[in-house]
């Protein structure tokens, strides 16, 4: 498991145990993520909470790993 899926792990298991945690990060993600884990995104950094129902479905599509440039501002550096 990556560093990246490990911080998000911890992240959705704190949701389920959390209630209050986890109507936060609906809420404002960037905020529950500084307050519960002390990560702090880059501004240009966008970040979405959506909770998944049993009658509405989350598909991420990633970004493909060929267009990803290296950056010293990419996403694994944050995660």
Known sequence: ???NDSVKAKIIQKA??????????????????????NITL???IKVKAVEETSTDFVLVIPTNPAKILV?????????
Do not use: G, H
């Open 16 to 37: 389920w145990e959390d209630e209050a945690f986890k109507q936060q990060l609906l809420a404002n993600p960037r905020a529950a993520l500084k307050q519960a884990f």
């Open 1 to 3: 498991m990556s560093t």
């Open 71 to 79: 950056s010293s501002n990419s996403v694994e550096c944050v995660w």
């Open 42 to 44: 880059p501004e240009d």
